[in-house]
């Protein structure tokens, strides 16, 4: 079974920057695409970022583009979230999710292991 560990979550400063880290174990890592995904008390969980098994291929949702790089080392297991000029309105819980072969949506649903995730707050 696949195995995600979230971590680097903390509370910052509106225009600050923290680095999230997702940590994959228990089969083929490369075999995996990877997403991180958010969620705000009283929200629905929404799409953050995706990144493809090769790291060729990523996707941003419009509200972090620009402001957030998603990238992963697949040497050492494990998916990384830049996160720059944080918002106010990026306060959530954190998750990294995986799945396995082609998808052309990037909801939840798709997504087939899941973190326990790590809580980022950011104070205006």
């Known amino acids: 079974q696949v195995q995600l560990v979230e971590s680097g979550g903390g509370l910052v400063q509106a225009g600050g920057s923290l680095r999230l880290s997702c940590s994959f174990a228990g089969r083929t890592f490369s075999s995996y695409a990877m997403g991180w995904f958010r969620q705000a008390p009283g929200k629905e969980r929404e799409f953050v970022a995706h990144i493809s098994w090769s790291g060729s291929f990523t996707r941003y949702a419009d509200s972090v583009k620009g402001r957030f790089t998603v990238s992963r080392d697949n040497a050492k297991n494990t998916v990384y979230l830049q996160m720059n000029s944080l918002k106010p309105e990026d306060t959530a819980l954190y998750y990294c999710?995986?799945?396995?072969?082609?998808?052309?949506?990037?909801?939840?649903?798709?997504?087939?292991?899941w973190g326990q995730g790590t809580q980022v707050t950011v104070s205006s």
């Open positions: 999710a995986a799945r396995g072969g082609v998808r052309s949506v990037f909801t939840p649903a798709t997504y087939d292991y």
